[in-house]
């Protein structure tokens, strides 16, 4: 009996070290499995468009390659599109007209917005400042430096035929008409449009999908780098162009900066840059950059066009424009920086 007795105990023993070691195994399983877990690839792709370098970084389950392709397809669909420069854009044809051109939705609805912009912005953003742009060169300061400044005359007239007063919306007939030979530059918007575009073709194929889409300093987020964690981004210093002044943390949204180091040119030892006042025809002064946070890349782009405009007057801009959606960091021309409660959010590593 004793013997008996002894036998069961060794099968149960047995039993138990198997399902002991069965469990084990799976643990272990489990463990490898989620400590070795493959980390999300990005496929980075750079190419010129929008007037500037791009660079797009993007994981897809689909196929990261072709994703970004099509991204950057997209941003060169826009760029075409609304090319003040190129004959065959939708601006070029309603610059050439002094009646009224049927225009698409898509149109319709930039149009819109970048006058809901000027308004909102007591006209500091203006679509329509073709002529002025053109007077001073900046149209086309890739291929040519300005060796000259414009005359006041010369500038007063080009005022004369310029500002969003002198566009007209059809809203019943979706079509637009410029008055007194103004012509549009969406030059301030378009590109945070181009980026939203590709936020949204992105998502179309894969919505899962993160990375970001850059233009010139400009960002869309597509989502959280591997998943979870935030994008750091580096605002650049306006004097020394490999030195952040600030770092963002973002997950989600888009970052926009105007700045009087881009396109600009010196004459005398004065630096004359791109971004005009609508009042004055001249480039603004008050600020030297302007850089906003907000949750699409239009909004961003308008309000930090606008805010740098309106840089003599930095307590409006960086007090109001977050009930426009706008975050905003203001660099003062004596290197001052002043920023908006809300940016805070953005500064703090997640």
């Not at 070691?21 to 799976?26: D, K, N, P, R, Y």
């Not at 073709?201 to 597509?222: N, P, Q, S, Y």
């Not at 309000?303 to 905003?328: C, H, I, N, R, Y």
Request: hydrophobic share 40%; net charge positive; with cysteine.
């Amino acid at each position: 009996m004793r013997q008996k007795n002894s036998k069961n105990v060794l099968k149960f023993d047995k039993r138990l070290a198997f399902i002991s070691l069965s469990l084990l195994t799976i643990l272990l399983i489990i463990f490898l499995t989620s400590f070795f877990r493959a980390t999300p690839s990005y496929h980075e792709l750079n190419g010129f468009t929008l007037g500037t370098y791009c660079r797009i970084v993007v994981s897809s389950k689909k196929n990261s390659k072709v994703l970004a392709e099509i991204i950057f397809n997209e941003l060169d669909r826009v760029y075409k599109k609304y090319n003040p420069n190129d004959p065959a854009s939708v601006v070029s044809r309603i610059n050439g007209s002094t009646d009224w051109i049927d225009v698409d939705e898509e149109t319709f609805v930039l149009l819109d917005v970048s006058i809901r912009f000027s308004k909102i912005t007591n006209g500091a953003f203006d679509p329509a400042l073709g002529n002025l742009i053109q007077l001073w060169g900046f149209d086309k300061i890739a291929e040519k430096i300005p060796n000259r400044i414009p005359t006041l005359d010369e500038i007063n007239r080009a005022l004369q035929r310029s500002g969003v007063d002198k566009v007209e919306l059809d809203h019943q007939r979706r079509r637009i008409r410029l008055l007194n030979g103004a012509k549009l530059d969406l030059g301030g918007i378009a590109k945070g449009y181009a980026l939203d575009r590709a936020y949204q073709v992105a998502k179309e194929v894969d919505k899962d999908c993160t990375g970001f889409v850059e233009a010139g300093g400009d960002i869309r987020i597509l989502g959280p780098k591997f998943g979870s964690r935030p994008w750091v981004i580096g605002v650049r210093d306006p004097r020394k162009p490999d030195t952040a002044i600030s770092y963002l943390y973002l997950t989600s949204g888009a970052v926009a900066t105007s700045g009087d180091y881009e396109r600009y040119f010196e004459l005398n030892g004065i630096r004359y840059h791109h971004i005009l006042n609508p009042k004055t025809g001249f480039p603004a002064k008050g600020a030297i950059s302007v850089t906003v946070v907000a949750d699409n890349a239009v909004t961003a782009d308008a309000l930090s066009t606008a805010g740098f405009v309106m840089g003599q007057d930095w307590e409006f801009v960086v007090l109001e424009f977050p009930k426009f959606g706008g975050s905003v960091l203001l660099v003062e021309e004596n290197g001052t920086i002043r920023k908006s409660s809300t940016m805070v959010v953005y500064e703090q590593p997640k």
